[in-house]
């Protein structure tokens, strides 16, 4: 008699723990990044273009939270790191990618690019990337990895 009332106990915290996860409380984003028709960087090259993101929360300011390698003379350039987030809906995390064209005496900025993660992650339910531009500078895409 007690073992099955323990068994019952069980089995309903084991489904109240499934239903927490599939609500989602925290989701595990993976990133990767990459641009097409860079241009306006330099008069003899493509541009050198490298992304630091920011990101921000209900809890904390812009804050750095990732960089990538610079892509010398490139001006598709597809960016091989990987970015893992964790995120939670109450925390309205947004980010924003700063794309840079590495100089030898100052970098000069490309584009900046703000997203809500909750549009992305709306956006990403039904195709994998999002383009956003980058006013007359080219196209920036933000590639959402499910592999
Ligand atoms: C994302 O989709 C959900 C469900 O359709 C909707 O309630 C929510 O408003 C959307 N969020 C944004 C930021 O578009
Ligand atoms: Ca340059």
Request: hydrophobic share 40%.
């Given at each position: 008699?007690?073992?099955?009332?323990?068994m019952?106990?069980l089995l309903g915290v084991?489904?109240?723990?499934?239903r927490a996860?599939?609500?989602?409380?925290?989701?595990?984003?993976?990133?990767?990044?990459?641009?097409?028709?860079?241009?306006?960087c330099?008069?003899l090259?493509a541009?050198?273009?490298?992304?630091?993101?920011?990101?921000?929360?209900?809890?904390?300011?812009?804050?750095?939270?990732?960089?990538?390698?610079e892509?010398?003379?490139?001006?598709f350039?597809?960016?091989?790191?990987?970015?893992?987030f964790q995120?939670?809906?109450?925390?309205?995390?947004?980010?924003?990618?700063?794309?840079?064209?590495k100089?030898?005496?100052?970098?000069d900025p490309?584009?900046?690019?703000?997203?809500?993660?909750?549009?992305?992650?709306?956006?990403?339910?039904?195709?994998?990337?999002v383009?956003?531009?980058?006013?007359?500078?080219?196209?920036?895409?933000?590639?959402?990895?499910?592999?």
């Amino acid at each position: 008699m007690h073992g099955k009332l323990f068994m019952c106990l069980l089995l309903g915290v084991t489904l109240l723990d499934k239903r927490a996860e599939s609500q989602g409380d925290q989701t595990e984003v993976i990133i990767s990044l990459f641009a097409t028709d860079l241009n306006g960087c330099d008069a003899l090259s493509a541009c050198d273009a490298f992304v630091k993101i920011l990101c921000s929360t209900a809890s904390y300011d812009w804050r750095n939270c990732g960089q990538t390698r610079e892509m010398t003379d490139d001006n598709f350039p597809v960016w091989p790191e990987r970015f893992t987030f964790q995120y939670t809906q109450s925390e309205r995390m947004r980010w924003r990618f700063d794309v840079i064209d590495k100089d030898v005496l100052f970098d000069d900025p490309i584009g900046s690019v703000s997203v809500v993660v909750e549009e992305f992650l709306n956006a990403t339910e039904v195709q994998s990337t999002v383009r956003y531009d980058l006013n007359g500078r080219g196209s920036f895409f933000v590639h959402r990895r499910r592999l």
